[in-house]
């Protein structure tokens, strides 16, 4: 059974860090890309950042590029996202996903996380 369980989210102030982990099962990581979605409330779900798990070859969206930043961890199938100087636009539900091309196109998801970051 394939599995992306998502940790590390909660609530924090402005200007904080969070780290998201996203532990995965159940599928060869090494042949797949995996990356952070997230989905604020009223709006579209949107790319966050990607990885290859094979050639470690990152995406960031333009609004995350120079905060975030995603590891892999192959040795323990666990991907994080290190988010640093969050910004309240930045509250939303973050997903991790896998698949063949990250961001568009993606076959598994995990369930969500919350990040909520107040002002």
């Known amino acids: 059974e394939v599995q992306l369980v998502e940790s590390g989210g909660g609530l924090v102030q402005a200007g904080g860090s969070l780290r998201l982990s996203c532990a995965a099962s159940?599928?060869?990581?090494?042949?797949?890309?995996i990356g952070w979605f997230r989905q604020a409330p009223g709006k579209e779900r949107e790319g966050v950042s990607c990885?290859?798990?094979?050639?470690?070859?990152?995406y960031y969206a333009h609004s995350v590029k120079g905060r975030f930043t995603i590891s892999s961890d192959n040795a323990k199938n666990t991907v994080y996202l290190q988010m640093n100087s969050l910004k309240p636009e930045d509250t939303a539900v973050y997903y991790c996903?896998?698949?063949?091309?990250?961001?568009?196109?993606?076959?598994?998801w995990g369930k969500g996380n919350l990040v909520t970051v107040s002002s």
């Open positions: 996903a896998a698949g063949s091309s990250c961001p568009s196109s993606m076959d598994y």
């Open positions: 159940g599928f060869t990581f090494d042949d797949y890309a």
């Open positions: 990885i290859s798990s094979s050639d470690g070859s990152t």
